[in-house]
């Protein structure tokens, strides 16, 4: 195998591919990135068993062929290249990469022992980088870490038609974003949950151009740009978000995102470890409070808009910025009904494309 790369191409093609390596993986051979080169191509790819990566760039081709090599050597070299094109060649057991003066001979894996990567999922509708970056990113922030419970480390895609809705939880919280996309069947209908930690590398990577997402036997596929991944599905099983999401709130308060996150940012420096923010709406003002402890305390107040009684909630800071930095509106709807209930943050209006449930904590 012999061909010639940009290298600019080749290091963003390689660090691409580089983070789904998995970090202990089962078998040698899957810690490696195979290059495949063909015709006018070169085919980069990674798989674990669970998640596959595969990136597409143009390349010249001397010799067609295909060697697998160590992905965080080859991500480490790529990056540090100096700005020439480079040159990867195969000799026996090594490929022998140059680039200007710089010249690296790497030990290969053995090709025949890779597993074939599963094929890219039958489209089932396609979306703008930019909204399902922003989507993810916006329902990621609520699931949670815990192993032991595979559906709460997962994001739930739900789809009617022209309609999506994202979904996650940790329990503590439940973070939903709806958007529409370009469906290949009117009528589509279907429910999957897609590990959170993916779905967010997904997001992250696949921001310019058109997002193809397609579900084919316990298998989700992304693909953009000439990058495609793919990973196995969660069980299909969640809680039913929705009914949860629809409660009504006799208490709304609206205020402007950017100077109340400021200010709840300011006050939890003084907030001990575990202990909570405390939210004291009347009309016209949020009082935000903490403290009290050994360190101190803290308050500031913030206009807001209310509807209903007074009320003085409580929640734990980093959940409550987290359904803050959700929202798209220059301001947000803060829906209550009582100190020891949850309440929904939204985006402003009657019709919100974001909704952040979030626990109140017992005030003390």
């Given at each position: 195998?012999?061909?010639?790369?940009?290298?600019?191409?080749?290091?963003?093609?390689?660090?691409?591919?580089?983070?789904?390596?998995?970090?202990?993986?089962?078998?040698?051979?899957?810690?490696?990135?195979?290059?495949?080169?063909l015709?006018?191509?070169?085919?980069?790819?990674?798989?674990?068993?669970?998640?596959?990566?595969?990136?597409?760039?143009?390349?010249?081709?001397?010799?067609?062929?295909?060697?697998?090599?160590?992905?965080?050597?080859?991500?480490?070299?790529?990056?540090?290249?100096?700005?020439?094109?480079?040159?990867?060649?195969?000799?026996?057991?090594?490929?022998?990469?140059?680039?200007?003066?710089?010249?690296?001979?790497?030990?290969?894996?053995?090709?025949?022992?890779?597993?074939?990567?599963?094929?890219?999922?039958?489209?089932?509708?396609?979306?703008?980088?930019?909204?399902?970056?922003?989507?993810?990113?916006?329902?990621?922030?609520?699931?949670?870490?815990?192993?032991?419970?595979?559906?709460?480390?997962?994001?739930?895609?739900?789809?009617d038609?022209?309609?999506?809705s994202?979904?996650?939880?940790?329990?503590?919280?439940?973070?939903?974003?709806?958007?529409?996309?370009?469906?290949?069947?009117?009528?589509?209908?279907?429910?999957?949950?897609?590990?959170?930690?993916?779905?967010?590398?997904?997001?992250?990577?696949?921001?310019?151009?058109?997002?193809?997402?397609?579900?084919?036997?316990?298998?989700?596929?992304?693909?953009?740009?000439?990058?495609?991944?793919?990973?196995?599905?969660?069980?299909?099983?969640?809680?039913?978000?929705?009914?949860?999401?629809?409660?009504?709130?006799?208490?709304?308060?609206?205020?402007?995102?950017?100077?109340?996150?400021?200010?709840?940012?300011?006050?939890?420096?003084?907030?001990?470890?575990?202990?909570?923010?405390?939210?004291?709406?009347?009309?016209?003002?949020?009082?935000?409070?903490?403290?009290?402890?050994?360190?101190?305390?803290?308050?500031?107040?913030?206009?807001?808009?209310?509807?209903?009684?007074?009320?003085?909630?409580?929640f734990?800071?980093?959940?409550?910025?987290?359904?803050?930095?959700?929202?798209?509106t220059?301001?947000?709807?803060?829906?209550?009904?009582?100190?020891?209930?949850?309440?929904?943050?939204?985006?402003?209006?009657?019709d919100?494309?974001f909704?952040?449930l979030?626990?109140?904590?017992?005030?003390?």
């Open positions: 195998m012999k061909f010639q790369v940009d290298r600019d191409v080749l290091a963003d093609a390689v660090a691409w591919s580089a983070r789904t390596l998995p970090g202990r993986p089962a078998m040698p051979v899957l810690s490696g990135i195979l290059l495949e080169a015709d006018d191509s070169l085919t980069l790819s990674v798989f674990d068993y669970d998640v596959s990566a595969r990136a597409v760039i143009d390349a010249e081709v001397a010799e067609p062929g295909k060697v697998l090599i160590p992905g965080r050597v080859l991500a480490e070299i790529t990056r540090s290249l100096p700005g020439e094109p480079v040159q990867i060649v195969t000799s026996g057991a090594e490929a022998v990469l140059t680039c200007g003066g710089a010249e690296f001979g790497l030990l290969t894996l053995p090709v025949e022992d890779f597993p074939t990567l599963p094929a890219m999922p039958p489209r089932a509708g396609a979306v703008g980088g930019g909204v399902f970056a922003a989507a993810v990113a916006q329902v990621a922030v609520a699931a949670s870490r815990d192993l032991t419970l595979p559906m709460l480390t997962g994001i739930r895609m739900d789809i038609g022209a309609n999506v994202l979904a996650a939880t940790d329990r503590y919280r439940i973070a939903a974003r709806d958007f529409l996309w370009h469906s290949e069947e009117p009528d589509q209908r279907a429910a999957v949950m897609v590990p959170a930690r993916v779905m967010v590398e997904v997001g992250r990577s696949l921001r310019a151009g058109e997002v193809s997402i397609g579900f084919d036997a316990g298998v989700a596929g992304f693909e953009c740009a000439g990058r495609t991944t793919t990973v196995r599905l969660l069980d299909e099983q969640f809680i039913d978000y929705r009914a949860r999401l629809a409660e009504t709130w006799a208490i709304r308060a609206d205020v402007t995102v950017a100077p109340f996150v400021e200010a709840i940012k300011r006050v939890a420096l003084v907030a001990e470890r575990h202990t909570a923010i405390r939210l004291s709406f009347t009309q016209g003002q949020v009082l935000v409070q903490a403290g009290g402890g050994e360190i101190g305390r803290g308050a500031e107040a913030v206009a807001a808009d209310l509807e209903g009684d007074d009320i003085q909630i409580a734990q800071p980093h959940y409550l910025l987290d359904g803050l930095a959700g929202v798209e220059e301001k947000a709807s803060i829906h209550m009904a009582s100190p020891t209930r949850p309440s929904l943050i939204t985006d402003e209006g009657d919100p494309a909704r952040y979030v626990m109140s904590l017992r005030l003390a």
